[in-house]
């Protein structure tokens, strides 16, 4: 019986491990995309079913031998991925920027959820945590009613409400007025994503917000991919300083995700302080980070947070950012590849948006 048992133990750490491989595959497959969230999950459970195998007496010295090789390099590889993103890690930002109140820039990000009815969390929310720009996502016409009780705090407001992507309305409510803003839908996408410039006293701050479709079910990351990859683009070519904010659907440490990181010359404050995850606030073990305010250089932190739950399955995450350009930060830089894969992923989904217009 205990042989028995060690040999389930080893078959579901040989599947662990082949798991923790598939995402080095350069590819948009939904089911091998989607491995790349639970990483601190797989680590976990390898270690788990490793110790399993091993206290039942194993599986035959050979096989257990293989096995525990491959555990240690699977373990090597989530470490390496995971790692920008534990405490002893280098801190993108320090954290230490200080301004006057009237000098700082506050964004809130909230995935109210569109099935949430919770509605007077997220006012009081808004209310209590008074940002300058407030980003609320996953709205639907049953939340636009609810959130126009912001309209009073906010004389600025952009939204959409997609007619058939319903779960990707956006609202963007602003203390500052926009020197520019519009909802725009790359790639032929039915996700919006907004583009805009802050009026902040201190300066102007170019905002986008994206909210792209995460590989799910049939549907392949390419335009997930290419939204984030469009935004780092933008933000890396404009002249101003740039935020970049939304439910990126990815994770912190997937490779689109870090290679936006380094195209946009952005900032994770999560980056030297821990994963910080913001889903799934209904799962006390599948958690990961994927809801994100990144910022360039000329924006330094004051604070961030990933706040209590409103009722949705997201936490909403805040930054505080002060506008100066000495603040003493570390970027990653761009890899050799990172601009012909970035072009890469941006010619297949535009080739995916010719080929829905050509049907």
């Known amino acids: 019986m205990r042989h028995a048992l060690a040999v389930i133990a080893g078959i579901v750490l040989a599947l662990l491990i082949v798991a923790s491989a598939l995402p080095l595959w350069e590819t948009d497959t939904w089911w091998v995309r989607y491995l790349d969230f639970p990483r601190m999950q ?9 110790a399993l195998m091993a206290g039942l007496g194993g599986i035959g010295r050979g096989a257990a031998r293989w096995l525990t090789l491959l555990a240690v390099l699977a373990l090597g590889y989530h470490g390496y991925r995971l790692w920008p993103y534990q405490p002893l890690a280098a801190k993108m930002d320090p954290g ?30 808004a209310q209590e945590q008074d940002p300058d720009l407030f980003l609320v996502l996953e709205t639907n016409e049953w939340w636009d009613e609810a959130l126009a009780e912001l309209d009073a705090s906010y004389d600025h407001h952009q939204q959409d409400i997609p007619s058939e992507a319903t779960y990707y309305g956006m609202h963007v409510f602003s203390r500052h007025p926009f020197a520019s803003a519009e909802m725009r839908f790359p790639f032929g996408a039915d996700t919006p994503y907004f583009d805009g410039v802050v009026e902040h006293p201190t300066g102007q701050v170019r905002v986008l917000g994206v909210h792209p479709r ?18 780092a683009i933008e933000a890396r070519d404009g002249t101003l300083p740039a ?117």
Not at 96 to 124: D, T
């Open 42 to 50: 797989f680590a976990a459970l390898i270690v788990v079913f490793w």
């Open 214 to 231: 995460p590989p799910h079910y049939f549907q392949p990351s390419t335009l997930r991919d290419a939204t984030m990859l469009q935004a």
């Open 243 to 359: 935020i970049v904010a939304g439910d990126f659907n990815a994770a912190a440490w997937e490779r689109t995700a870090r290679r936006t990181l380094r195209l946009g010359q952005l900032i994770d404050p999560r980056a030297g302080r821990g994963p910080m995850p913001s889903f799934d606030a209904n799962s006390w073990w599948m958690k990961w980070p994927l809801d994100q305010i990144l910022w360039q250089q000329g924006l330094a932190m004051a604070d961030f947070q990933v706040l209590p739950g409103i009722g949705s399955d997201h936490y909403p995450v805040r930054a505080d950012l002060c506008l100066t350009p000495n603040a003493d930060q570390r970027l990653v830089a761009p890899r050799e590849d990172d601009p012909a894969e970035a072009e890469a992923t941006l010619e297949k989904a535009r080739s995916m948006r010719d080929e829905a217009f050509d049907g």
């Open 96 to 125: 230490l920027a200080s301004c006057a109140p009237e000098e700082r820039l506050s964004i809130l990000v909230a995935n109210v959820q569109r099935s949430n009815r919770q509605a007077e969390e997220v006012i009081a929310l």
